[in-house]
């Protein structure tokens, strides 16, 4: 039988989910004129939900302190429910470290949990 992986990459989930798509051309275009990247429901470099992609490792972000927890110099682990985010470090404790950076993964985080389940 043969092997046809190379049309793999032609099925994006982006094609499936026209809210996504228009929200992501959305942001593409609002990040171009100025929006914050890190504000964004959707993501630029995934092309998916920012839940959907946020434990990857490529959303930690030492430089910007994003899904990072500067005294242990640590990423900090993602925990999605329904309707909001929680990080944690594995190293000092359970609780969200209260920076700007880490309060606005949340919150960008409950933006696209809710974008999808308001379909
Ligand atoms: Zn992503
Ligand atoms: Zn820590």
Do not use: K
């Amino acid at each position: 039988m043969r092997r046809r992986a190379h049309l793999r990459l032609v099925t994006s989930a982006e094609s499936e989910d026209p809210t996504l798509s228009a929200v992501l051309d959305a942001e593409d275009l609002a990040e171009e004129l100025g929006l914050d990247p890190h504000a964004r429901a959707t993501c630029g470099l995934h092309r998916s939900w920012l839940h959907e992609c946020v434990t990857s490792p490529d959303h930690v972000i030492p430089l910007t302190g994003h899904r990072w927890c500067r005294p242990c110099a640590s990423p900090l682990e993602v925990h999605l429910d329904e309707t909001t985010a929680r990080l944690s470090c594995p190293s000092c404790g359970t609780r969200t470290p209260d920076t700007a950076a880490n309060r606005q993964v949340v919150r960008a985080c409950r933006t696209s949990l809710a974008a999808t389940h308001a379909r």
